[in-house]
């Protein structure tokens, strides 16, 4: 039989072993990690490198000034009388944008209320699977859906409404940030204390009451940043606008005409046969470029409102 002095070291080797393995398998997870991150950041800064070093090849073209950029009227660099105004794109895409705001906000806003406030349990969860569905159809999907059923349907009730429109895809737009907007409102109104809903009861305030003065007040840092969220999913939506919205750069408010947004030109002039480094393709990157800008500023925006107005309970 041996001896507790022989067992020990036997032990103490397994054990150190043990650990050694241990030790490895989490320094090979880390390196991973890191090489995932690393990966990350590096395709950031890649992205962002293209993006700039275009986009002042194009603006250091003779032809191309930032002024007649930001000022004109007339998109057309395609063609062969090129004029480089990106003021159409700008007021197609935030005219779709706007559409699906008026629709997709109230509607999400409500249907956060009923799921925090009224709804049970069960009901909560199986409206919130019916809203990832809607939130997991395929944008294309949604393009076609507008071109061929909505836009047939509106022809009918305004008069001179094109096949290609902002209309219907602002509609359909609504509808595919609606559950952007549902759930992010509803977790930050379930994220409000239940001592404040229970202060709001005590003061003799009926369930309207407390959602219009209580819940919403204190949820809204969430609420914000779920609208300027689904704002910037709809400004960078580019199937359902390509698709039902035409690619007509024109610049008007009327939301019967064609249009085309920054989305659906890059589109258009990713498909065409444009030679690299000419002004047409350059203009590819100007336009992602200024897409790029105006969702950043979003996202910035949102931060400051998140932190200006956000309640922190103890």
């Known amino acids: 039989m041996q001896s507790r002095e022989s067992v020990q070291p036997v032990r103490s080797l397994g054990a150190l072993r043990l650990s050694r393995a241990e030790n490895a398998r989490e ?28 986009t002042i090849g194009f603006f250091l073209d003779p032809a191309v000034t930032l002024w007649a950029f930001l000022t004109d009227r007339t ?20 005219l779709v944008t706007g559409i699906a705001l008026v629709v997709g906000v ?24 019916v809203l990832e569905v809607l939130a997991g159809i395929p944008t294309v999907v949604l393009g076609y859906f507008a071109l061929l059923f909505v836009t047939p349907l509106l022809q009918k009730v305004v008069p001179g ?19 952007t907007v549902s759930s992010i409102s509803t977790d930050a109104m379930q994220a409000v204390p239940r001592s404040l809903r229970e202060a709001g009861y005590g003061l003799g305030g009926t369930k309207i009451d407390l959602v ?11 609420i914000v940043a779920s609208i300027i969220l689904a704002m910037s999913r709809a400004v960078g939506e580019t199937m359902i606008v390509s698709l039902a919205a035409g690619q007509r750069p024109l610049l008007t408010i009327d939301p019967r005409e064609t249009i085309a947004t920054m989305t ?51």
Do not use: K
């Open 27 to 54: 320094r090979l997870v880390m390196g991973l990690l890191l090489a995932c991150a690393v990966i990350t950041i590096l395709t950031t800064v890649a992205v962002v490198f293209v993006l700039a070093r275009e």
């Open 75 to 94: 998109w057309t660099p395609l063609f062969s009388n090129q004029t480089l105004g990106i003021a159409p794109l700008l007021v197609g895409t935030f």
């Open 106 to 129: 109230p509607m999400g806003l409500a249907s956060a209320v009923y799921l925090s406030e009224f709804a049970d349990d069960n009901l909560r969860r199986r409206t919130t699977s």
């Open 161 to 179: 409404l094109n096949l290609f429109n902002p209309l219907s895809a602002g509609l359909v737009m609504g509808f595919m940030i609606l559950p």
């Open 212 to 222: 219009m003065r209580v819940v919403l007040p204190a949820a809204l840092s969430g």
């Open 264 to 314: 659906s030109f890059i589109v258009q002039a990713a498909t065409g046969d444009q030679p690299a480094g000419t002004l047409a393709s350059r203009s590819l990157y100007a336009v992602a470029a200024t897409l790029f800008t105006v969702t950043l500023l979003l996202n910035v925006i949102s931060q400051a409102i998140v932190r200006r107005f956000r309640e922190r309970y103890e």
